[in-house]
């Protein structure tokens, strides 16, 4: 049976980093304390569709600064060290996971005002699957009205206020 076995040619694992899409964190500090960061899609081999860039999602402001420490935890397990103090826009290249998860919490969150519901999405989008992530956030990109998409997303991962 070993003899077998070893008769079986074994391929080796081949990398096809041109077979998945390409995506891009763009960073930009306008002043001390506003930070913008955008995640677009870049054209690639497995997106033919794209002949520019596109824009996936951004925050900005207020609600970026209330999920900012999990924005830059996930980006530096993933390698980035984003600069403090910098006018122009730099782009770092992000994997696929990433960029879905990223894109849709930043859809999610843009509109949003209360703290408490901020969260709990904020949450709700980390504990989601890659699929989960990946449906969501193409329904909310390539439906006509998206932000019943999105509404709907925030309805399902907050909390019910119960009034007794």
């Not at 849709?104 to 989008?125: H, K, N, Q, Y």
């Not at 956030?137 to 009205?145: D, F, S, T, V």
């Amino acid at each position: 049976m070993s003899s077998a076995t070893n008769r079986i040619p074994r391929m080796r694992l081949v990398e096809t980093p041109k077979s998945v899409p390409q995506y891009e964190v763009r960073v930009r500090n306008h002043s001390v304390g506003d930070t913008e960061i955008e995640v677009w899609e870049m054209p690639s081999p497995a997106s033919p569709q794209l002949k520019a860039a596109v824009r996936v999602a951004g925050l900005r402001g207020r609600n970026l600064e209330l999920v900012e420490h999990r924005v830059l935890r996930r980006l530096n397990q993933a390698g980035m060290r984003l600069p403090r103090s910098s006018d122009r826009v730099r782009g770092y290249n992000i994997t696929e996971e990433s960029a879905l998860r990223l894109g849709l919490l930043f859809r999610a969150l843009a509109p949003m005002r209360s703290r408490d519901r901020m969260r709990s999405v904020t949450e709700g989008i980390e504990a989601m699957g890659r699929e989960e992530a990946a449906y969501w956030l193409g329904m909310a990109m390539h439906r006509k009205n998206p932000r019943r998409v999105l509404t709907a997303l925030r309805y399902l991962l907050t909390e019910p206020t119960h009034k007794n």
